[in-house]
C-alpha cells in the first residue's frame, strides 16, 4: 500500500515561509505525478501545485510567484517552498500521488499564517 505522509506544516507569521514535504514510499516514484492541494474551513479542495514524472510544473494562480514544487525522486519525496505567506494561504495541505488510474492522499498537515 501507498500512504504518502505530509510534514512541516505549521504556524507562520504572515510574509514568513515554510517548506512542506510528502514522502511516498511502496511505489515507483519517478513515473507518477505529484499534486499538492489544499481545503480552507467551509471551502472546497483547491489544486495549488503539480509536478509530472517528466518534471513539468503548474501552479494555482494564486500561488505563483510564491510557491516552488519540486522533487527528489531518489528520497521518494516531493516539496512545496512556500514564501510571502499570507493568511489567506491558511487550509490544510494534502498531496496526492498519482498514476493513472491509481492516486493516492495524504492526511494532510495543517498550515497557518497569523496576520
Known amino acids: 500500500q501507498v500512504h504518502p505522509v505530509e510534514s512541516w506544516g505549521g504556524l507562520v507569521q504572515a510574509g514568513g515561509s515554510l517548506r512542506l514535504s510528502c514522502v511516498a514510499s511502496?511505489?515507483?516514484?519517478?513515473?507518477?505525478?505529484v499534486d499538492w492541494y489544499r481545503q480552507a474551513p467551509e471551502k472546497q479542495r483547491e489544486l495549488v501545485a503539480t509536478i509530472t514524472s517528466g518534471g513539468t510544473i503548474t501552479y494555482a494562480d494564486s500561488v505563483k510567484g510564491r510557491f516552488t514544487i519540486s522533487r527528489d525522486n531518489a528520497k521518494n519525496t516531493v516539496f512545496l517552498q512556500m514564501n510571502s505567506l499570507k493568511a489567506e494561504d491558511t487550509a490544510v495541505y494534502y498531496c496526492?500521488?498519482?498514476?493513472?488510474?491509481?492516486?493516492?492522499w495524504g492526511q494532510g498537515t495543517q498550515v497557518t499564517v497569523s496576520s
Open positions: 511502496g511505489i515507483i516514484f519517478v513515473i507518477v505525478y
Open positions: 496526492n500521488v498519482r498514476k493513472w488510474p491509481l492516486n493516492y
